[in-house]
């Protein structure tokens, strides 16, 4: 009914960039908060950036300063600008967002399928 799909992942070297985007579909009432999430190789899911209805933004200290978290409210989607790229930013990035589902009382966490990041040379 409500789905999250991840796109803008891809093959860069040190220091590129990439623009990951989230769009929601389905019987949505409203965005709450957003986030991005990431599993890398051997590792944990980890919690990349957070932002809230308004806007503001919150993020990993391994984030800060390179990645920007922004949305579109008006076309139910978040960004993610991943600038100054490094090796160890390889993963599967994951979008989760809290929504209100119409006529569903409480809002429920969804997830995507996630986009795949490499960063190598």
């Known amino acids: 009914q409500v789905h999250l799909v991840e796109s803008g992942g891809g093959l860069v070297q040190p220091g590129g960039s990439l623009r990951l985007s989230c769009a929601a579909s389905g019987s949505i009432s409203s965005l709450n908060d957003m986030a991005w999430y990431r599993r890398a190789p051997r590792k944990q899911r980890e919690l990349v950036a957070t932002?809230?209805?308004?806007?503001?933004?919150n993020y990993a200290d391994t984030a800060k300063g390179r990645f920007t978290i922004s949305r579109d409210n008006a076309k139910n989607t978040t960004y993610l600008q991943m600038n100054s790229l490094k090796p160890e930013d390889t993963a599967v990035y994951y979008c989760n967002a809290e929504i209100q589902v119409l006529h569903v009382v409480n809002p429920l966490p969804f997830w995507g399928q996630g986009t795949r990041v490499t960063v190598s040379s």
């Open positions: 932002i809230t209805t308004g806007g503001s933004a």
